[in-house]
């Protein structure tokens, strides 16, 4: 038939992994024919205004928002690439004709290769009257307030302490939403600490082991009934307890947006660890059929640092397949990238992301440092309740309190292994280290810091603080991280809370760095009775109301 | 825990009192399931329903949940009008 068109790759969907596929490819001159099924690119990260962990490479510290901009230019720059907005992917046949309604009409192509990159879509909770309106998914939640700047709720509950439940409720906070606890099923937190202790901070209770039975309301949600859980899982008989809210965000995990694959009658298997029923696939992408790829987060629920590296990975591939030079150079950008994952995903929190791989064959064990295999301190604390220890806080601090005497220095409450180095890559003075493994945790080295606070800016997790014990007689002046609008004003007095979110006193801020090099996460010097400064780690401005 | 307040498939209202009902008398895949109670028929495709459901079947049959298979999915994925098809083929289908 004379309406199908021929063509190299077509790569579906336009977040992080498609766009790094399309960009991929194209880099060896494959022409690459881009679905979207929104009107505009991105996948994801057109919400995610937070700063990304992973390796700086990848773009860790930055904002997705702002990754996303970079790929876009990228792509949009690429003759080789064209895109297709608005244009939902229909059909992937088996004589691999491939339906496409893009402008109102069905078109109809047959790739050399396709990478679909579909990515997730979010799981749902069984609970009484969970079809109330006010019960929305957190992806929703994000769309609405960060995408259509659309308020969802005055006061929420969040179900679910994975990495999504905690940025999300910090975000609706930053938008002025209150946020009445985030409840966790789990006997401890799913996501990472610093994004715990962010919303501890400001005074967000964190309840493990709570999941919620019922949703309460008349014709929209009106609170929820939540309840406590024992070691199995089963609910603790006189724990119910009702939380006021008007909404209530499931944050429950993703599981892989598999139609497509399933359509073409791609091998899946159940992978609890990768979010469900993923496709069968090898090492450099390609599932059960071959020529069909996939990459991100329709491969197995991770994040977008490594969809974007998987994307790599698959539309290298590709274009090894159909380019007939540089295929050794290919090939080494290939094992790169492999080499990339792998750094990734080798620390403790890696750890069920290797497990569902080895399920379907992919165990790149040989590979790991057992050396970092293992959190480096007992965080059971730190991760049922946000706060770290007394012991795990020792660690980082000075041992020779002394040190303090000399002048401001960074200190870092980053307690987790998990890939990540913006600390690290910021200091101009190379104080902070991770003994070159970016799974390690940072330390500073108190000999080499000056005090000069770009990293209390640049950390993602917002765990750098510059504490200067003695700035007066009686008074510390503590730097802080502070990503709320209004900002305060040089000389207004504060609110100070410490890492539990409690109020401990008075402080009155003196000094605030909020160009554009700190990018809207000003750093903030806030002075203190002296008796507290280990404990100051957060203000609030007083007018503004976030509980 | 009242079962007939708990929607399981949103597109088309079905609780998991009629899931349990379901799988009980007998259907106990998510294709069974799928066409005796419409779930998975909706807009969605599943996407809500699919999981919760081959967790229903797992814990009241036994079976472990790597074994319970999905619905099957054929395209087209997502709805069409037979004018977005005919568009293609030219004019002369459209007069």
Known sequence: MDNIENVELIVVGGGPAG?????????????????????????????????????????????????????????????????????????????????????????KYIPQAIILATGASEKFLAFENNDLPGVFGAGAVQTLMNVYGVLPAKKILMVGSGNIGLIVSYQLLQAGVSVAAVIEAAPKIGGYSVHASKLKRLGIPILTSHTIKKAVGNKKVEGAIICELDNNWQEIKDTEEFIECDAICLSVGLTPLIDLLKQRKVKTVYVSELGGYIPLRDENMETSIMNLFVAGDVSGIEEATAAMIEGQISGLTVAKRINKNQKEEIQRKIEEAKKELVLLRSGPVGEKIRKGLSKIGLNHGENYDESILKEEFDISYLMKTGVPSKENLESKFPKDKKIFDKGPIAISECFQKFPCDPCVKSCPFNAISENGNINNIPYVDFEKCTGCRICVSKCPG?????????????????????????????????????????????????????????????????????????????????????? | MSEEKIIICRCEDITLEEVREAIKNGFTT??????????????????????????????????PIEEIELQNIRPPYGGILFKEILNNVGDKIEK
């Open chain 1, 19 to 107: 766009l790094s596929a399309a960009l991929a490819a194209s880099d060896y001159g494959i022409k690459v024919v881009l679905a979207e099924e929104r009107e505009f690119l991105g996948g994801q990260l057109i919400k995610q205004t937070h700063r990304f962990f992973g390796s700086e490479k990848e773009y860790a510290g930055t904002r997705g928002i702002d990754i996303l901009k970079r790929l876009i230019e990228d792509v949009k720059n690429r003759e080789d690439i064209k895109i297709l907005a608005s244009s939902r992917v229909l059909g992937i046949y088996e004589d691999n004709v491939v339906t496409i309604l893009n402008n109102n009409k069905m078109k």
């Open chain 1, 462 to 547: 917002l765990a750098m603080f510059v504490v200067h014990k003695n700035y007066t007689e009686t008074s510390s002046l503590i730097t802080m991280p502070y990503e709320f609008l209004p900002r305060p004003k040089k000389g207004e007095l504060v609110n100070v809370y410490d890492r539990d979110g409690k109020i401990i006193c008075e402080g009155k801020v003196i000094k605030i760095l909020d160009s554009s090099f700190q990018d809207k996460t000003a750093a903030v010097s806030v002075e203190v009775p002296k008796e507290h400064f280990l404990e100051a780690r957060n203000f609030k401005v007083r007018y503004l109301k976030h509980e």
């Open chain 2, 30 to 63: 998510i294709e069974e399931i799928k066409r005796i109670l419409r779930t998975g028929m909706g807009p969605c495709q599943g996407k809500s329903c699919g999981l919760l459901i081959a967790r229903e079947i797992s814990q009241i049959t036994g079976t």
